[in-house]
């Protein structure tokens, strides 16, 4: 979901700096890259700004996993109990490793 997410929220960002902001190294960024390609998530293309570097483009399957995940996230943040406090501080914790 990292990379759908990202994908996203900087749209037309080089395949490198995604890798950079995610904080993972290449291989891995290939293994989960390609194997959402496969799912037909993502299509991995040249950028138009820059034929030089390689860019990701949600399908329109990925869009819909990525909003799947985000409403899922979002039911679970407006259950209140101490379980749903604490998944929150990690989420918290974890997508600002991220950016």
Same mark, same amino acid.
């Given at each position: 979901?990292? $990379?759908?997410?990202? %994908?996203? &929220?900087?749209?037309?960002?080089?395949?490198?700096?995604?890798? #950079? !902001?995610?904080?993972?190294?290449?291989?891995?960024?290939?293994?989960?890259?390609?194997?959402?390609?496969?799912?037909?998530?993502? $299509?991995?293309?040249? %950028?138009? &700004?820059?034929?030089?570097?390689?860019?990701?483009?949600?399908? #329109? !399957?990925?869009?819909?996993?990525?909003?799947?995940?985000?409403?899922?996230?979002?039911?679970?943040?407006?259950?209140?109990?101490?379980?749903?406090?604490?998944?929150?501080?990690?989420?918290?914790?974890?997508?600002?490793?991220?950016?």
């Amino acid at each position: 979901m990292k $990379i759908l997410f990202f %994908s996203r &929220l900087y749209e037309n960002l080089s395949i490198s700096m995604i890798i #950079e !902001k995610l904080g993972i190294q290449k291989t891995n960024f290939a293994l989960m890259s390609s194997q959402l390609e496969k799912e037909g998530c993502l $299509i991995v293309k040249k %950028s138009n &700004l820059d034929r030089r570097c390689r860019v990701i483009e949600l399908t #329109e !399957k990925g869009n819909r996993e990525l909003d799947n995940y985000l409403k899922d996230i979002d039911r679970f943040i407006d259950a209140t109990s101490p379980e749903t406090d604490y998944a929150i501080e990690i989420l918290g914790k974890f997508l600002n490793k991220i950016i």
